[in-house]
T-cell receptor
Framework: QKEVEQNSGPLSVPEGAIASLNCTYS??????FFWYRQYSGKSPELIMS????GDKEDGRFTAQLNKASQYVSLLIRDSQPSDSATYLC???????????FGQGTRLTINP | GAVVSQHPSWVICKSGTSVKIECRSL??????MFWYRQFPKQSLMLMAT?????????EQGVEKDKFLINHASLTLSTLTVTSAHPEDSSFYIC????????????????FGDGTRLSIL
């Protein structure tokens, strides 16, 4: 079983709709969770970080964490074509500096 | 804040050449930096963790004699691909932690813009 799993997609969502991206992780002691966006040919950029159970909202983005289910998600409201990218879920184990990345979900927003 | 600069953006060189890539934290001190490699349509693969003033920690399967990492200051880490061959062609990305010595877990990593390396 991979440490961090994401559906590779592609996920197609119409413009203006809600895009829902999911991620599961295997290590129960994971403490910190991040969502990165990566445009084709570019490096990842941080979208959201979340550390405790529940929802965290930042603009059109909402991260959701459920440690009991070992599940973290990212919702993008009012999706725009500029949101089309690969979204990487990353998990930080307790006491470790390095991140473990999922394989990424390719999201396409259709105008 | 937390800007990471990576240079060069593109490198094209002949097989057998050694290539140095620089990663700088511009507005913060980075005791820990990371080097990743990414092949097309694949996710990031961590190559090594670089701590200022000490030897880098390499991931399993990464040749430390081929990928030389130096982190001599709190704002600069370098990756040198020695005697590069076509199979080393990839997208190399560095990241940095805004952190305190010995800590930094739980903090997000901030990425440089990456270096696209093409070996002919």
């Amino acid at each position: 079983q991979k440490e961090v799993e994401q559906n590779s997609g592609p996920l197609s969502v119409p413009e203006g709709a809600i895009a829902s991206l999911n991620c599961t992780y295997s290590d129960r002691v994971s403490q910190s969770f991040f969502w990165y966006r990566q445009y084709s040919g570019k490096s990842p950029e941080l979208i959201m970080s979340i550390y405790s159970n529940g929802d965290k909202e930042d603009g059109r983005f909402t991260a959701q964490l459920n440690k009991a289910s070992q599940y973290v998600s990212l919702l993008i409201r009012d999706s725009q074509p500029s949101d089309s990218a690969t979204y990487l879920c990353a998990v930080n184990l307790q006491g470790a500096q390095k991140l473990v990345f999922g394989q990424g979900t390719r999201l396409t927003i259709n105008p | 804040g937390a800007v990471v600069s990576q240079h060069p953006s593109w490198v094209i060189c002949k097989s057998g050449t050694s290539v140095k890539i620089e990663c700088r934290s511009l507005d913060f001190q980075a005791t820990t930096m990371f080097w990743y490699r990414q092949f097309p349509k694949q996710s990031l693969m961590l190559m090594a963790t670089s701590n200022e003033g000490s030897k880098a920690t390499y991931e399993q399967g990464v040749e430390k004699d081929k990928f030389l990492i130096n982190h001599a200051s709190l704002t600069l880490s370098t990756l040198t691909v020695t005697s590069a061959h076509p199979e080393d062609s990839s997208f190399y990305i560095c990241s940095a932690l805004v952190g305190i010595t010995g800590g930094g877990w739980g903090q997000p990593q901030h990425f440089g813009d990456g270096t696209r390396l093409s070996i002919l």
